[in-house]
């Protein structure tokens, strides 16, 4: 056989073998050499993942075989995309007539890879003779009920013919598929995206121009999420809470975050629907947190796992696509920060929990570009309107009921920092009268009180904390500071020895209660 007829006869075995798998296996092409003699191909399937490397080319030695299998070897471990499902299996099919003169046929063993338990690689021989019976094991790899054998070989200039119809086929089925993945990943262009990361920024640097970003009163004059003052009517900290972030490490992060998944989120939805199902996610994920969480709070977490959310959305209408591009990398990362946020306590895992589930149904209420499901729209709609109500009337029921010790501690503990007694005065007040007894309202009221020389209330305030919990030391502490004002030594010493009895290691009480015995004794 001639140089030419060889090349005809090994190139047209390379593209009906492509067109094959194409065709009648439902292989998809990854790549195409320029010089169509190299061809790589994927198939997922009941959870097994087939990758085969088709290639056209001679070997004089069974190194040099060896050597290219090992090349492609590294190229699959660089493309962990590739190993996917229960398991996966990459054959490497040489398309040549003339096979390496030594000894090879231990390469064409099947291996497991290393540090993939669950991958192995296969390396065919094909030329026109016996080697066409390697197809036929290649095949039956993929689809044990079948044995395809090409059919006898045509003659040369059928061979010919064939071959240019065969690579326009194979080359126009793949440019398809990449236009239309381009039209899916590149349906929108990110703009919202920046612009949404840079007013988290300017809102961060403000607001630590003005104060700290870690202080809660700070946060609550900002519009952060506090269940109290939603439940009077200030709906819009579900809004403006997503605007706002505790401490630098909590922006880096979040804005990250924002930055990777809002640009392929706005890829593919485009601009409007992005900013739909930010909203709609963040503003669901504000109210779970109403609903699960009484602490302070604010981020644009719950926003960003709606992004999650709508991502999975799309991965449930382009399976392939997304298994194939991001799929397996997302769904471990929302798992690892569940599961995070399940066990550290300080993070907000209703925030984004319903976030998660915000952005999923938002995108299920506006859909894909180029899709639609009315009923499924409209349900979700009501669906969502109703998760969102019964989440907030619950979240309504709990404030009402009770409203957080720690919370209420830290901001008033931060009026007494920035000495704002008058509007700590009129907070605990309000407090009160709205039917809030705990020994913190009163005990800060009372040093609200004893900050502005109104000691009888403040006295009034203190006995009044103690009859709530009588182990409150702190309140003892006080009430020895009042006594001592009011130049009633001995009381004063009850006090702070009553205190001391409940903190026996609190230097401050002890330190104080050793100056009033000197001055008793002086007295």
């Not at 490397?53 to 050597?67: A, E, M």
Request: charged content about 20%.
């Amino acid at each position: 056989m001639g140089a030419v007829n060889l090349y005809v006869t090994e190139q047209y075995l390379l593209l009906k073998t492509v067109d094959t798998l194409q065709q009648k296996y439902g292989f998809r092409t990854l790549f195409i050499s320029d010089a169509r003699d190299e061809f790589l191909l994927e198939k997922y399937d009941r959870r097994i993942n087939h990758v085969i490397c088709i290639r056209r080319k001679t070997f004089d030695w069974s190194n040099q075989l060896k050597q290219d299998i090992d090349s492609y070897l590294r190229k699959f471990y660089q493309q962990p995309q590739l190993f996917r499902g229960k398991e996966t299996r990459f054959s490497i099919v040489y398309v040549s007539n003339l096979k390496p003169v030594d000894s090879w046929e231990h390469l064409s063993k099947t291996m497991r890879l290393k540090g993939r338990k669950n991958a192995t690689v296969t390396t065919y021989f094909v030329d026109e003779y016996e080697g066409l019976e390697e197809l036929g094991k290649l095949t039956n790899t993929i689809d044990k009920n079948d044995n395809w054998k090409m059919e006898a070989l045509p003659p040369i200039s059928e061979q010919e013919r064939q071959m240019v119809y065969l690579e326009q086929k194979i080359v126009a089925i793949h440019q398809h598929n990449q236009r239309k993945f381009e039209e899916i990943f590149q349906f929108g262009k990110t703009k919202w995206t920046f612009v949404l990361i840079i007013i988290n920024l300017i809102v961060f640097f403000l607001m630590e121009t003005q104060g700290s970003s870690t202080n809660s009163l700070h946060l609550i004059d900002w519009g952060a999420k506090y269940n109290y003052a939603i439940s009077e009517g200030e709906i819009w900290r579900f809004l403006t809470s997503m605007f706002l972030h505790i401490g630098i490490f909590h922006l880096m992060m979040n804005m990250i975050a924002l930055y990777f998944l809002g640009e392929i989120t706005e890829k593919i939805y485009g601009s409007k629907r992005f900013l739909f199902i930010y909203f709609l996610a963040g503003f669901t994920g504000g109210i779970a947190s109403y609903a699960t969480n009484d602490a302070v709070a604010a981020g644009a977490s719950g926003a960003i796992f709606g992004l999650f959310g709508a991502l999975l959305f799309f991965g449930l209408h382009y399976k392939e696509l997304f298994f194939q591009t991001m799929g397996r990398s997302l769904l471990i990362i929302i798992g690892i920060n569940i599961v995070f946020g399940l066990a550290v306590p300080q993070i907000d895992n209703g925030a984004h929990i319903g976030g998660l589930i915000g952005g999923f149904i938002a995108s299920q209420i506006i859909h894909l570009p180029k899709k639609t499901e009315g009923t499924k729209q409209v349900v979700a709609i009501i669906g969502l309107i109703t998760l969102m109500s019964a989440m907030f009337l619950y979240g309504s029921q709990q404030t009402s009921a009770s409203e957080n010790p720690q919370t209420m501690a830290a901001i008033a503990q931060e009026y007494v920092e920035s000495e704002r007694y008058a509007e700590l005065i009129d907070w605990s007040t309000d407090r009160i009268d709205q039917g809030i007894e705990h020994e913190f309202v009163y005990f800060y009221r009372a040093v609200a009180y004893l900050e502005t020389d109104r000691l009888d209330a403040a006295e009034d305030d203190l006995f009044r904390s103690i009859e709530i919990n009588e182990d409150f030391a702190e309140a003892h502490y006080n009430l020895s500071v009042i006594s001592e004002r009011e130049n009633e030594i001995g009381m004063a010493l009850e006090h702070v020895r009553k205190a001391i009895e409940l903190q026996p290691a609190n230097e401050q009480f002890k330190q104080y209660e050793k100056e009033l015995s000197q001055k008793s004794t002086s007295g």
